[in-house]
C-alpha cells in the first residue's frame, strides 16, 4: 500500500483550495519545488535537467529566507528542496531547511545523499518531514555508471542513510527515510538487492519509478524504454513488506508511460504549485524552464506576493487551462494525477448525484 500517495496525489485534502479555484479566484500555490543550486556533484545518465547546464549559481539565503517567510504567510504549505543541481550543495542548506521549517512550511528533501552526513543530519532531521534519496543501483559499478559518480559515493549515502536512523530512533525525529531508484536496463536486476538494503538499513520504503522523458532533456538513451517487461517486479517486490518497511512500486506511473492516455485536454495545475530555480526564476511549469512565456518573475526583484497576484501570472494560469496542448508535456509530469483529478471536477460524468 502506498501510504504516502507518491503514486497518486493529495489535492484531495485541499478542499477549501480546490474550492476557491472552482469559483475562479487567484489561487496561491500549496507546494513549491526549490532549487537551492544549480550545481551537481553528479552526472546521471538519465539527468532530466541537463539542460539547464548545471551552472554555479546559489539562491541568496538571506532573499530567500525573507521570500519562506512571506511565503508561509500566503499559505504555501510544503517545500520540496531538489531540482536542477543537488540541494545540499549550497552552503547554508541547514540554515534554509530550518528556517523553512520555523516559518510554517513542511519540508521535503531530494538529494543523492553524498553530503547528507553527520554534521547536516544532526542540524536538520528535526524538522524536516521526509527524505527521499536517489540511488540507482546496489552495486558499486552499477551505481557509479548510472549516476556518473565515483563508486564511493554509495559507501558514502549508505553510511548517511543509516546514520540518520540511528539519529531518528535517539532523538524520536518523525522525518521519513527513502530511497528512490529510477527503473532502467541497467539496473533493474539489482532491485531486489536494493530493498534488502534499505530495508536493512531501516529505512521506510524504496520507490521504484520509470523513466520520463523531458522535452529539454539533452539525453535521450532512455526515451524509448518500455516497462511492461518489468511490471512483474511488483509482486515479487511484495514479499519485502513488513510493519516498518514497504517497496512502492509505481507500476501506474510506469503503464502510464508505456500506453500514455490522458483524461484532460489542458493544464489546471498551474496554480496550485510553483518552482523556484537557483537565479530565482519562479515558474509556472518546471517542463518549460527557460521559456519566457512560463517565467512569473524573480524573487530577488519582487515579492513573492507581487508575483502571485502579477497579471502575467494570471495570463500564463489561463493560458495553459484554455490553450496549452498537454501532447507536447511531459509524461508523467508531476501535475499529472492533478490534472486528471481537476479536469475531471470541472467535466463530470451523468449521475455524479449517485454518490
Known sequence: MDEFKIDSHKLIYHVSRVNDWIEGKNIFPIYLEISTSGSCNHRCTYCALDFMGYQPRFLKTDILKKRLSEMARLGVKSIMYAGEGEPLLHKDIAEIINHTKS??????????????????????LANVSWVKVSINGATKETYRKIHQSKAVDLDKVIKNMRYAV????????????????????????????????????????????????HPFSKTTRYKNIKYDKYLKLADELKAFKTDKFNVIFRANTMKKWDHETRNYKHCYALPFWSYIDAGGNVWGCSVYLGKNEF???????????????????????????????VKDCRVNCRMDEINRYLWELKHPSEHVNFI
Open 166 to 213: 540511528k539519529s531518528r530512533i535517539k532523538n524520536g525525529h518523525k522525518c521519513v527515510l527513502g530511497m528512490q531508484l529510477l527503473l532502467l536496463p541497467e539496473n533493474s536486476k539489482e532491485v531486489k538487492a536494493l530493498a534488502v538494503l534499505a530495508s536493512g538499513i531501516g529505512l521506510d520504503y524504496l520507490v521504484v519509478k520509470p523513466y520520463s522523458q
Open 103 to 124: 516559518s510554517g512550511i513542511d519540508v521535503g528533501l531530494t538529494t543523492n545523499g553524498v553530503l547528507l552526513d553527520k554534521e547536516l543530519i544532526d542540524r536538520t
Open 295 to 325: 517565467l512569473y518573475g524573480n524573487i530577488y526583484k519582487q515579492d513573492f506576493k507581487d508575483i502571485l497576484n502579477s497579471p502575467k501570472r494570471s495570463r500564463i494560469i489561463k493560458m495553459a487551462a484554455r490553450k496549452l496542448c
